[in-house]
């Protein structure tokens, strides 16, 4: 499994960036300079269109929204090691 974090320091990203630190997920972080111009390039907009981070991609898959990808992160990764209830527990 491929996984790319793009993130920015201080950014909505930070949280996404804690959860991946602490559920042991390895990936290639990706550091997005938003005072510049690599979230305004073609290849970023393709990935998400408002050109903003954070942005995860699984396996060639983006997704975007820091809520999402940490509900995302926590029942994929989470679960089995203990740390995430699973759907439907109490």
Known sequence: MKIQLYQSPMSSATPVVWAMAELGIEHESIRIDL???AHKQPDFLALNAMGQVPTLVVDGQPMFESSAITIYLGER????RGLWPAVGSA
């Open 35 to 37: 005072k510049g111009t």
């Open 77 to 80: 990764f989470g679960v089995e």
